[in-house]
DNA sequence: ACAAAATGAATGAACGTTCATTTTATACCG
DNA sequence: CGGTATAAAATGAACGTTCATTCATTTTGT
């Protein structure tokens, strides 16, 4: 029985470990969204991504871990948005685009995901910790976005780019959440009425109403 | 053992009825609020209200009669408010008092209830006829209360009632979903700069601009 | 005497997770 | 090349709970 010791083989198909774990996450994003992150079993989710409960547990070790991974997926995605819009000349403008983006033209499904996960986060304390985390990221991306804008003469000096962009915020998960319930919602109009808005008083100044100094 | 027949004896304590329907709503509100709609049990519900599983579903025949019965409770409250708000002087101001009453001076278990319905609406079809129902209520009653201010002075002539009140209502949702997840947020310096830039386009006339005819 | 009100143990289905087992793929040796 | 050893990959039945709902029975009020 004793093998010489330690021939060791860490064999693992180079790419195979990571091709499952998306897999995995597809057909776990696809049940929540369907049935609701408590409604939806493992078993259903093992069936979505064609593999044994037992297999799946050796890529994710609870239900809990598929919406981390889930958030992480996601949240890389967005980073690479901002980091795009950080470069834009007009960024009121590119902002405007990445609402449609994210509350239009991506599939509805995403933004019920989002709901889903929203709503757990206000009990289940690992969910709370990852939605803080992407909060604050976006929160500070705006923001980064707006001091960016206010360098090139897009946006108007002096505001407070954090409270507009928690402003910013709210808007889009409300809207958000609309169209993850009706989903006939069209946002577009209120997108261009909000942003319409935020032009008007965050948009380079128009010259008016300067107390002398 | 045949007893004449039909002495019958409408007995029930004249509003006892109500009295039990309400006792069980406010169970089943705590409930849902700490564990999450489908967290809760219905053992943890009858032992908050002091009463048995059998009674309780003498009152609520499911679980979903709960959500639906709490829904239905909360919009009456909120149908008061508006019918104040139309008689104010200057809309705006009460639109931000009533936002400021809603998102900040309520408990915030209230505000976690609103979000786990709304995400439960996103795909349970009956919690979804009641947040539609809910949703357009708030909606016109929003849109009325512009008109009122339009008639009144204390709102520029010529706007878009619904789209503004969509807007407004996406930002009362994000708020709302935030606090829920954040207990330490505090949306009122977001409300007083969401209702300085609403001022600022759908305020009286600020006599600028003005392309002469 | 009687029915409404209330009880709470029982029921049966469903769930997340585990584990003893089998399959698959590769590395090593002759 | 062929055979064997090895461990990773994968299986799926089983486990122990938990839960919404029911119902035979008792209590209460008139």
């Known amino acids: 029985m004793n093998v010489h010791f330690i021939p060791a083989m860490p064999r693992l198909a ?11 996450l597809d057909a776990a994003k696809t049940c929540f969204v369907r049935f609701g992150f408590h409604n939806a079993s493992m078993q259903q989710i093992c069936a979505a991504a064609g593999m044994s409960a037992g297999n799946l547990y050796r890529y994710f070790p609870s239900k809990d871990a598929l919406i ?15 980091a795009e819009a950080r470069r834009a000349s ?8 990445m609402l449609v983006g994210y509350l ?9 995901m989002w709901t889903e996960i929203s709503a757990e986060a206000a009990r289940n304390e690992a969910v709370n910790r990852i939605n803080r985390h992407i909060y604050d990221f976006i929160i500070k991306s705006v923001a980064d976005v707006l001091a960016q804008g206010i360098a090139n003469g897009s946006v108007r000096k002096g505001i407070d780019t954090h409270r507009q962009a928690t402003l910013l915020q ?3 998960d409300g809207v958000m959440l609309r169209r993850a319930v009706m989903p006939e919602f069209d946002p577009r109009p209120a997108i261009r009425t909000m942003m319409a808005q935020v032009r008007g008083s965050l948009g380079p100044v128009a010259k008016k109403k300067s107390k002398p100094k």
Chains 1, 2 share one sequence.
């Open 90 to 97: 007009d960024v009121l403008d590119v902002l405007e685009k």
């Open 14 to 24: 180079p790419q195979s470990r990571a091709d499952r774990r998306t897999q995995i």
């Open 68 to 82: 981390e991974g889930i958030c992480e997926r996601d949240l890389g995605g967005a980073a690479e948005g901002f």
């Open 170 to 172: 709210a808007f889009f």
């Open 104 to 112: 239009w033209r991506r599939p509805r499904e995403d933004l019920c």
